[in-house]
């Protein structure tokens, strides 16, 4: 028990630092907007959630994941 920690710890903490170099380089790709992806725009503020993004590739994970591990 006392060796599964530290590996939960580390994996967690690169998962982390993976997820913050990824969402700052995703407004460098100009992804398209999807249908169903959420853009407001104001004079000095930007909100952008992609929903249907998100969907789409939690499936396509998802589908690859499945592949792998069976």
């Not at 249908?35 to 939690?58: A, R």
């Amino acid at each position: 028990m006392e060796d599964i920690i530290p590996k939960i710890l580390v994996t967690t903490g690169v998962i982390l630092i993976l997820a913050g170099l990824l969402i700052q380089a995703l407004p460098k790709l100009k992804l398209p907007l999807l249908p169903g992806d959420v853009l407001i725009q104001k004079d000095n503020f930007t909100f952008y959630f992609p929903i249907t993004t998100s969907i789409l590739l939690s499936i396509i994970l998802s589908l690859i994941a499945k592949v792998f591990w069976k």
